[in-house]
């Protein structure tokens, strides 16, 4: 049986939810047609969540925002991983060997939380990844946490449709279903240009849980030659292997 839910905090949750999702603030309208509870319901838990700055008020748009305390939680979150130190100092090496962008995520449910990211120097144009949350299928980093469950597990969990972010994203549950299997088989997942035009990426599962719910990854140009990128995944795998071997002997689970 299912845990009957509180209405009050469920629609608190759903509500912050929509707005971290949201690229730019939203309207009480906007905010109703997101996520279908009542206009009074709805006005009466923005001004308490505006009161205790977990929200923003934009008073020229009549709009909302997320608040600085909603900042404080998820920055708490991240102080209390025993295994972030560790992934931060390999996110460091990794980009020092390969000088591309790295990576550091965990799987919810059926998603990718980016939990740490070190940048390639030679980057231009830097996208915030840590707090950034994406459908597991269309990431490298998603995929190799993915192949940590079985066929069956991965159909329950996965959306249906699957949700397509470039031309080239898997969307289809069989063919995801035989990527997953070269995964298993291979050791590590790679994707081209399936969640980021123009952007490639391999990424190995951090190997201290069963399963493992964690995933380092190195993004890259999508037009680098096999020898290139063979040179990235082999980076790649030792410095994962070496992070799990380091958080398995710390005793971190």
């Given at each position: 049986?299912?845990?009957?839910?509180?209405?009050?905090?469920?629609?608190?949750?759903?509500?912050?939810?929509?707005?971290?999702?949201?690229?730019?603030?939203?309207?009480?309208?906007?905010?109703?047609?997101?996520?279908?509870?009542?206009?009074?319901?709805?006005?009466?838990?923005?001004?308490?969540?505006?009161?205790?700055?977990?929200?923003?008020?934009?008073?020229?748009?009549?709009?909302?925002?997320?608040?600085?305390?909603?900042?404080?939680?998820?920055?708490?979150?991240?102080?209390?991983?025993?295994?972030?130190?560790?992934?931060?100092?390999?996110?460091?090496?990794?980009?020092?060997?390969?000088?591309?962008?790295?990576?550091?995520?965990?799987?919810?449910?059926?998603?990718?939380?980016?939990?740490?990211?070190?940048?390639?120097?030679?980057?231009?144009?830097?996208?915030?990844?840590?707090?950034?949350?994406?459908?597991?299928?269309?990431?490298?980093?998603?995929?190799?946490?993915?192949?940590?469950?079985?066929?069956?597990?991965?159909?329950?969990?996965?959306?249906?449709?699957?949700?397509?972010?470039?031309a080239h994203t898997i969307t289809d549950l069989a063919k995801l279903t035989g990527e997953l299997?070269?995964?298993?088989?291979?050791?590590?997942?790679?994707?081209?240009?399936?969640?980021?035009?123009?952007?490639?990426?391999?990424?190995?599962?951090?190997?201290?849980?069963?399963?493992?719910?964690?995933?380092?990854?190195?993004?890259?140009?999508?037009?680098?030659?096999?020898?290139?990128?063979?040179?990235?995944?082999?980076?790649?795998?030792?410095?994962?292997?070496?992070?799990?071997?380091?958080?398995?002997?710390?005793?971190?689970?």
């Open positions: 049986m299912e845990p009957q839910l509180v209405k009050s905090a469920e629609r608190t949750v759903r509500i912050l939810e929509a707005l971290a999702a949201s690229p730019d603030t939203l309207t009480l309208s906007e905010l109703q047609q997101r996520t279908g509870f009542p206009r009074s319901s709805l006005h009466a838990l923005m001004r308490t969540l505006v009161e205790l700055k977990w929200v923003e008020s934009d008073s020229v748009r009549g709009a909302f925002g997320i608040g600085p305390h909603a900042l404080l939680t998820g920055t708490a979150y991240l102080d209390k991983d025993p295994a972030l130190p560790f992934a931060q100092q390999t996110l460091e090496d990794l980009r020092a060997e390969i000088g591309q962008t790295a990576h550091f995520a965990r799987r919810d449910e059926s998603h990718v939380i980016y939990l740490a990211t070190r940048e390639s120097r030679e980057a231009h144009h830097v996208i915030p990844r840590v707090g950034r949350r994406l459908p597991a299928h269309v990431t490298a980093l998603g995929q190799a946490l993915l192949a940590q469950l079985t066929d069956d597990e991965v159909a329950a969990l996965l959306p249906a449709p699957l949700t397509s972010m470039t299997d070269q995964v298993r088989t291979r050791g590590f997942a790679y994707e081209r240009e399936q969640g980021t035009p123009g952007v490639a990426c391999v990424a190995v599962a951090v190997d201290y849980r069963i399963p493992a719910t964690d995933a380092i990854s190195c993004s890259m140009p999508a037009g680098l030659s096999p020898a290139e990128v063979s040179k990235v995944t082999e980076a790649v795998i030792r410095h994962t292997r070496a992070l799990a071997a380091t958080l398995r002997r710390e005793g971190i689970r």
